[in-house]
């Protein structure tokens, strides 16, 4: 490959993607965005101290967050965005991959040309700004169906290239840089076997892609209606062995910095919801849903450990 102009890739993660490092065997840093694509209710129930002075537990407050769903999309020098599908030149990834890049089924990626000997944190702005998993849950345990076994709506791995921060309003984005030999190679595969026809092959796929010699890739995990944001960083427990615990030590990241909306606001997102095709995965978005992207502290990415 010697001769070739060197590549670029950017990839920034969006809303509910959570970083685990060092966790997976052979893999450094895993990206993982948990399949959120339904309502999720529940209670939420926080430490207090009691007007005596002692430590109390909170009166139960209820929940309900709202779906997120997991897209890859590649963003042109004018802000123009392209579902990874266009650039993929076999129907077997492809036909999973809905409008503006929404995942059907659960999609592995990975660069695998990227020049790169290893995989740094420059200034190590992640670990320090990259809020951790580990202090909004009692002995967490991250489950290994969804962090190594595919019960996920996407695995990135990243093994090269450099990792940190970007804010967008209250929000914690990672971003991946990496440069490449020729144009960036991203290598998509399926986590499990796709749902088929009885007597198809059940079998993984694999597919080659590339992209644009200076590509900025968005992988994103986030939803389409205004809701309760400060409950939003409860998705990243969801990747607890037990699910999202009643019980917290504290509140979630970014809880006291949220406000609710409106009851009109929210019941109108509800309802834009439907008419965009829910709960079918494959929505009816435009790159003008994609705008409102969350903004709040508890839209932020995770880490572990």
């Not at 209670?43 to 007007?51: A, G, N």
């Not at 597919?207 to 960083?233: I, K, Q």
């Amino acid at each position: 490959m010697s001769g070739q102009p060197r590549g670029h890739i950017e990839i920034e993660f969006q809303g509910i993607c959570s970083h685990f490092l060092n966790t997976v065997p052979g893999v450094p840093h895993r990206v993982v965005l948990p399949d959120a694509t339904l309502y999720l209710t529940g209670e939420m129930v926080t430490p207090v101290v009691t007007e005596s002075g002692k430590l109390g537990a909170s009166d139960p407050l209820a929940y309900m967050l709202p779906p997120h769903f997991a897209q890859v999309y590649v963003v042109d020098d004018q802000g123009v965005a392209t579902s990874i599908a266009a650039y993929v030149d076999d129907a077997g990834i492809s036909q999973w991959i809905g409008n503006m890049g929404l995942l059907q089924v659960g999609l592995g990626l990975q660069v695998v040309n990227a020049c790169q000997t290893d995989l740094q944190y420059p200034d190590q702005t992640f670990a320090q700004y990259i809020p951790s998993i580990r202090p909004y849950v009692t002995d967490y345990r991250y489950s290994n169906n969804v962090v190594q076994g595919g019960r996920a709506a996407c695995y990135v791995d990243l093994f090269r290239g450099s990792v940190g921060i970007r804010r967008f309003g209250e929000a914690l984005h990672a971003v991946a840089w990496m440069e490449t030999e020729g144009a960036p190679i991203v290598q998509l595969s399926t986590l499990a076997p796709p749902d088929q026809v009885p007597g198809a092959s059940l079998s993984r796929i694999y597919n080659a892609t590339m992209l644009p010699l200076r590509t900025r890739l968005v992988v994103a995990n986030r939803g389409f209606n205004c809701s309760d944001a400060r409950f939003d960083f409860l998705w990243h427990l969801s990747t607890n062995e037990t699910g999202v615990p009643r019980y917290l030590p504290q509140p979630p990241y970014g809880f006291n910095g949220s406000t609710l909306c409106d009851e009109a606001t929210r019941n109108d997102g509800v309802n834009k919801l439907f008419a965009l095709g829910y709960p079918c995965r494959n929505l009816n978005i435009t790159q003008q849903d994609l705008d409102p992207i969350g903004m709040a502290q508890s839209c932020s990415n995770s880490q572990y450990p």
